[in-house]
């Protein structure tokens, strides 16, 4: 699966944005989907998992009630909602993919990663 992250930007503390990982090259109906985020000079967190069908979501503590995950089977895409962000959010976002139902809350368990999109959020 290729995947390509969009819809990273600079917004100020309070705001929102919305990023996008379009999914090329496989069936992505049989693979999870997740995000997760590396700020500098720290390690990549996950951020936010589904399940294949959709059915399920898992967040990081850190974002839960802030962030929505969501997909389109249809349209090959996955998404990350990200509303009241905080300048603590401000990192290089990552999709990736894992294959198989259930959805995977940790980095080792992808498949495949796309390339990152900067998130900055000012205070």
């Known amino acids: 699966v290729q995947l390509q992250a969009s819809g990273g930007g600079t917004v100020q503390a309070g705001g929102f944005l919305r990023l996008s990982c379009a999914a090329s090259?496989?069936?992505?109906?049989?693979?999870?989907m997740s995000w997760f985020r590396q700020a500098r000079g720290k390690k990549r967190e996950f951020v936010a998992a589904?399940?294949?069908?959709?059915?399920?979501?898992f967040y990081a503590d850190s974002v839960k009630g802030r962030f929505t995950i969501s997909r389109d089977n249809t349209r090959n895409t996955a998404s990350l909602q990200m509303n009241e962000l905080k300048p603590e959010d401000t990192a290089v976002y990552y999709c990736?993919?894992?294959?198989?139902?259930?959805?995977?809350?940790?980095?080792?368990?992808?498949?495949?990663w796309g390339k990152g999109t900067q998130v900055t959020v000012s205070s």
């Open positions: 990736a993919a894992a294959e198989g139902s259930h959805y995977v809350p940790y980095d080792y368990g992808m498949d495949f």
């Open positions: 090259g496989r069936t992505f109906s049989r693979y999870s």
């Open positions: 589904i399940s294949a069908n959709g059915d399920d979501t």
